[in-house]
């Protein structure tokens, strides 16, 4: 299998759509494939161009924003790899990924690469093979990589650990002014967007966010711009793009662009870990006839979950080397 | 299902609507039926050219293209789509049909090349099954890897 991932990461390089298709799919669907994939990739020289995330809600236009994004980076000579991810159903394992349909007209321009991705299992607006997908996108050359976030729940943190920009995405009628607060936007945002600006209490809003980032504990120097759209008519999309570019250079004054990468790095690490040990203990629990019979005789006595829990671990770990692979 | 295995292969499943058909309600059951079926459907929406819908298979590379067509195009839209498929490299991925398709015209399809054709009446484990036959010839023939 190395050789031909080998083979396909040079058809890659090469600007191969379909050897770039093969292997994000590689990297989805197999762990140690994409162990191999970045491998060798860590052994290839290539540019790494600026991440940008793209988080919010469902329905307030991430995926049309993106397009209009797409149209204007392309106008201005720049190529751009899409990566747009959509829940998974955590009852059936399957996903309907539609995020697409709203870039119809990029489909044909070979400077735009698209792939939508189901999170499959990852609860943090992104899957474990979106950072295998941004390498690969890399080292295919797209000059800017964007991600859309599944946009469930108010936990899209996982952007935030994987873009070097992060812009969230807000419309007008989404709640009050404690719903900022609440939601973590103006933390996690670099830039924040309120879309469908011409509809009702666009003005509203703007202030609330304005207020709600005067409360933010300042980190890094970056105020985060307030950029109203109509991501339909690409108004303020150019705004955005100008933007997201002033903040890429931001970050490399600032040496907080080396510093999110890191940020990015251990966060790969400790999801990594974490699947890894699970899926051993799961794989162990899963064979063991022993463990369901230790389970049903705990329930049975109404044994103390927290002392089960420590007596299971103990055992498993007693016995199962944690396979370093 | 908890997905904390090293291996999770799921069956990516592009579907589009072609040429100017405006029907979307029973191409939205599909998109479901798959999903529930555990696929990944990558769903295009309506008013697709041939040359996106070849563009979208490649990049996202899927096992099936999926193409629902009630317009009567099909004999136009369908060859001009596996045309699109060879000039991208992509001849392997194979591409099943569901629509209103007379007899004669799903059997001239078939000699195409197309792996599959459905009309009015089919049930959804039908559907599912040609979806996930058509896929399963392709792993088998090698062309996947």
């Known amino acids: 299998m190395s050789d031909q991932i080998a083979s396909?990461?040079?058809?890659?390089?090469?600007?191969?759509?379909r050897?770039?298709?093969?292997?994000?799919?590689?990297?989805?669907?197999?762990?140690?494939?994409?162990?191999?994939?970045?491998?060798?990739?860590?052994?290839?020289?290539?540019a790494h161009p600026q991440i940008v995330g793209v988080a919010g809600a469902p329905g307030v236009g991430k995926s049309t924003l993106i397009r209009s994004i797409c149209l204007e980076l392309r106008k201005r000579g720049l190529t751009v790899g899409v990566l747009a991810i959509?829940?998974?159903s955590p009852l059936t394992g399957g996903a309907v990924l539609g995020d697409r349909s709203?870039?119809?007209?990029?489909?044909?321009?070979?400077?735009?690469?698209?792939?939508s991705m189901g999170a499959r299992g990852q609860l943090g607006g992104i899957s474990r093979a979106t950072r295998d997908a941004i390498r690969l996108l890399s080292l295919f050359g797209s000059g800017v990589i964007i991600i859309e976030t599944t946009g469930v729940g108010q936990n899209e943190l996982d952007v935030v650990n994987a873009a070097h920009t992060?812009?969230?995405?807000?419309?007008?009628?989404?709640?009050?002014s404690v719903q900022l607060l609440e939601s973590g936007v103006t933390e996690i945002a670099d830039i924040i967007v309120i879309n469908k600006s011409d509809l009702l209490g666009a003005d509203t809003l703007a202030s609330e966010v304005r207020g709600a980032l005067q409360l933010r504990a300042k980190k890094d120097g970056w105020t985060p711009p307030l950029i109203k759209t109509i991501a339909t008519s690409a108004m303020g999309v150019a705004e955005i793009v100008d933007t997201t570019r002033e903040h890429?250079?931001?970050l490399e004054k600032s040496g907080g662009k080396v510093e999110r990468e890191r940020r990015a790095y251990v966060a790969e690490v400790n999801l990594l870990l974490r699947q890894r040990v699970l899926s051993t203990i799961t794989a162990e629990l899963e064979n063991g006839a022993e463990f369901r019979e230790a389970l049903q005789s705990a329930f049975e006595v109404r044994r103390s979950p927290y002392e089960f829990v420590d007596m299971l671990l103990s055992r498993l770990l007693a016995r199962t080397e944690i396979s370093s692979h | 299902m908890i997905e904390n295995r090293r291996t999770t292969p799921k069956l990516r499943i592009l579907l589009a609507k072609p040429?100017?058909?405006?029907?979307?309600?029973?191409?939205?059951?599909?998109?479901?039926?798959?999903s529930d079926a555990g696929m990944e459907v990558i769903y295009l929406g309506l008013r697709q050219t041939a040359k996106q819908i070849a563009a979208a298979a490649v990049q996202e590379d899927v096992d099936v293209v999926a193409i629902s067509i009630?317009?009567?195009?099909?004999?136009?839209?369908?060859?001009?789509l596996l045309e699109n498929l060879r000039a991208s490299g992509a001849p392997d991925i194979p591409v099943v049909v569901g629509g209103i398709i007379p007899d004669d015209d799903a059997a001239s399809l078939l000699n195409l090349g197309v792996k599959g054709v459905l009309g009015p009446g089919a049930s959804i484990p039908e559907l599912v099954a040609m979806v996930a036959g058509a896929a399963k010839r392709r792993v088998a023939s090698g062309a996947a890897l």
């Open chain 1, 8 to 17: 396909l990461l040079e058809s890659t390089a090469r600007k191969d759509v």
């Open chain 1, 19 to 46: 050897a770039l298709s093969r292997l994000i799919s590689m990297a989805e669907n197999d762990e140690d494939a994409a162990g191999r994939i970045s491998f060798l990739l860590a052994k290839m020289t290539y």
């Open chain 1, 86 to 88: 959509d829940p998974t």
């Open chain 1, 102 to 115: 709203r870039m119809s007209e990029l489909a044909t321009d070979e400077g735009v690469y698209i792939r």
């Open chain 1, 166 to 176: 992060v812009i969230s995405v807000i419309m007008p009628a989404s709640g009050d």
């Open chain 1, 248 to 250: 890429f250079s931001f």
């Open chain 2, 19 to 34: 040429g100017l058909d405006g029907h979307d309600r029973g191409v939205k059951v599909i998109a479901r039926a798959l």
């Open chain 2, 70 to 80: 009630l317009s009567g195009a099909h004999m136009t839209i369908i060859p001009e």
